[in-house]
């Protein structure tokens, strides 16, 4: 059975940077695509980045492009997501996500403030 558990947010200033990483138990994780998710308070969950199992492959929402990096680290079960220029429409919890043939996993979620 597939854990993982999310840490690194916390409150930010804006402008401000954060390094969210995700640890993955279970022996699919190097097959797997990983992925940030985030709900914000009153709104769905949406996608935020995915990686595909070699890291050859990332996708962004619109929204991260060009702030947002998505990164693996398979050797070590390890998925993070480097936050940069962050503003307060960032704010939300952030969950990770592993996609696999056996089907999915989330995390319980970390808290990413944005405010001054």
């Known amino acids: 059975q597939v854990q993982l558990v999310e840490s690194g947010g916390d409150l930010v200033q804006p402008g401000g940077s954060l390094r969210l990483s995700c640890a993955a138990s279970?022996?699919?994780?190097?097959?797997?695509?990983m992925g940030w998710y985030r709900q914000a308070p009153g709104k769905e969950r949406e996608l935020v980045a995915t990686i595909i199992s070699n890291g050859s492959r990332k996708n962004y929402a619109d929204f991260v492009k060009g702030r947002f990096i998505i990164s693996r680290d398979n050797s070590k079960n390890m998925v993070y997501l480097a936050m940069n220029d962050l503003n307060s429409e960032d704010t939300a919890v952030y969950y990770c996500?592993?996609?696999?043939?056996?089907?999915?996993?989330w995390g319980q979620g970390t808290q990413v403030t944005v405010s001054s």
């Open positions: 279970g022996r699919v994780f190097s097959t797997a695509t």
């Open positions: 996500n592993l996609h696999s043939p056996w089907g999915d996993a």
